[in-house]
């Protein structure tokens, strides 16, 4: 423990200077710390974790232990004032890494290497000391809306094809992008969930718009969530295939409401209020009738106008739409 020296013998004044020297460079070392970013790649289920013990560097043969252990790593760095992002560990994707980069699997700086090469550049959750479970849940779900995008933006570039200005796939994107902006603008003040289903080529798509307008002023939303949500929309408007919209609102004093669409030749058809009823009163894979919300009302869609050629409104917010994975 570092102290102040008030002794007056010959060399004390030579040690308190050179005490004040160090603790001088250790404050700076921890300021450094605190201006230097981490990321932790966290493995976050039993499967992946069972699948690094092959590797006798791997420390831990408990999974609770591991995520207790982890969860304290991060309380550490938080109190230290580090900025932490959590990413997934995956260990399929690792094996793939170490062995394109000719290195080692079995070592911490391999595993290291890994997380700061490719785990960060995908999706990641900021740690500010919420709950590990919680934490986990936002990431797993960060990581599908990931994969959704790619495999929608690659269906979407298939459907297109030419990458030209007229190209369908751009066109759809463009059509979707108006879409949002025209039933968020409809739907009016209030908190809005918004949720697109798409089956594309047999696999369902599904992408979520959290979305806050006050008064006159536009809705708020997250721009990689829209991002998300118009190219999912986008693939259903370009391959024609089945999907639709759900509209969740809340304000206060009210209740909640519950509004749908459906896709119709590329555009969003309002469904009548018992359609709407119906779509959130059944379970999606049985079939089966779910009861009712309480406190919910269930009402038609809004219908919203659909974009022309030459509306520009609905240019897109760029010259250059993205629709192909970067």
Request: hydrophobic share 35%; glycine share 8%.
């Amino acid at each position: 423990m570092a102290h102040t020296t008030q002794h007056t013998t010959p060399g004390g004044t030579q040690d308190s200077a050179r005490g004040g020297t160090h603790r001088r460079e250790r404050t700076a070392r921890r300021a450094l710390r605190r201006e230097a970013p981490s990321t932790v790649a966290l493995l976050a289920d039993e499967e992946d974790f069972a699948a690094m013990r092959q590797y006798a560097s791997f420390a831990f043969d408990d999974h609770t232990a591991y995520l207790r252990q982890t969860e304290g790593l991060l309380r550490m760095l938080a109190s230290q004032g580090v900025h932490t992002s959590i990413a997934l560990f995956d260990p399929v994707e690792y094996e793939e890494f170490c062995a394109d980069s000719d290195i080692d699997p079995d070592t911490s700086a391999a595993r290291t290497r890994y997380t700061a090469e490719v785990a960060a550049a995908g999706p990641t959750v900021t740690y500010e000391g919420q709950p590990l479970d919680q934490l986990l849940k936002r990431l797993i779900g960060a990581a599908e809306q990931q994969a959704t995008w790619e495999y929608a933006t690659a269906l979407l570039s298939r459907a297109g094809g030419c990458g030209c200005s007229d190209d369908p796939g751009h066109a759809a994107f463009r059509r979707a992008r108006a879409a949002l902006r025209r039933l968020l603008t409809a739907a009016g003040p209030g908190r809005h969930h918004v949720v697109c289903s798409v089956m594309a080529s047999s696999v369902p798509l599904v992408a979520v718009v959290h979305a806050e307008a006050t008064g006159e002023r536009p809705a708020d939303l997250d721009g990689t969530e829209a991002l998300i949500f118009s190219t999912v929309l986008a693939c259903g408007i370009a391959t024609d295939s089945p999907g639709g919209i759900v509209l969740r609102t809340s304000a206060p004093g009210s209740p909640d409401t519950v509004r749908g669409w459906s896709l119709h030749q590329g555009w969003l058809r309002p469904l009548s209020e018992a359609e709407v009823f119906s779509a959130y009163c059944t379970d999606a894979d049985t079939g089966e009738p779910v009861p009712p919300e309480h406190g919910v009302e269930y009402r038609p869609g809004i219908p919203l106008p659909a974009p022309d050629a030459t509306d520009a409104a609905d240019a897109p917010e760029t010259t250059d739409v993205e629709v192909e994975g970067e």
